[in-house]
């Protein structure tokens, strides 16, 4: 399973250090995808949950260069149309949404909000029966993943997607190790290797 730290926490909510451009450095160094929020205003790029130019959020908003936003496994949630419009000629992997259960990546992924079940059939097997149909442009989102959001709001079964993004990775991080050493034991003994 991949681990998403959600504006760079991993362990717990940090109101004072999230989206500021060293925090998410630090959970990349540390091998995890980080999800963080971007706005594009009068040809500036800010890393901000709130609106930066409320007051309220003036503190928590922090200007970056573009090429900031070109590194590896970030998750861009673009929090503006001007934001997305903006990236749409690069490759990165970003997204947008208003009041959404789900929104589709860039790259195809599929992004579950809080408390949304992943869906019934997995990429693999819809896009399989679509290219076999003749609708072959969507060959190429094989291998997307499901990404359950913030599941720690209300105990959500981490187990039904692919990755997860959130503020807990080193409360869910034992739990899915445990669960993967359990399964290739069971491999091992019953011979499924």
């Not at 930066?52 to 503006?80: M, Q, T, V, Y």
């Not at 903006?86 to 860039?106: C, Q, R, V």
Request: glycine letters at 6%.
């Amino acid at each position: 399973m991949k681990f998403i730290a959600h504006r760079g926490n991993i362990n717990g909510k940090n109101p004072n250090r999230e989206n500021k451009p060293e925090y998410i450095e630090k959970a990349l160094k540390l091998g995890y995808d980080v999800e963080i929020d971007v706005w594009y205003i009068n040809g500036e790029w800010i890393l901000s949950h709130d609106n930066p130019f409320e007051p309220a959020s003036k503190s928590f908003s922090h200007k970056i260069n573009f090429e900031f936003l070109g590194k590896r496994n970030l998750w861009l949630h673009c929090k503006n149309i001007e934001a997305m419009i903006n990236l749409y000629a690069t490759d990165y992997n970003y997204f947008w949404h208003e009041n959404d259960k789900y929104t589709i990546t860039s790259k195809g992924h599929i992004w579950c909000f809080p408390d949304q079940p992943a869906p019934p059939m997995t990429i693999a097997k819809t896009v399989d029966d679509l290219y076999e149909n003749g609708i072959a442009f969507l060959h190429n989102m094989k291998n997307r993943q499901t990404i359950g959001v913030l599941p720690e709001l209300n105990g959500t079964d981490i187990y039904q997607y692919d990755a997860i993004c959130t503020d807990v990775i080193k409360k869910y991080e034992p739990e899915v190790q445990d669960e993967q050493l359990e399964l290739k034991i069971h491999e091992y003994k019953t011979g499924t290797v």
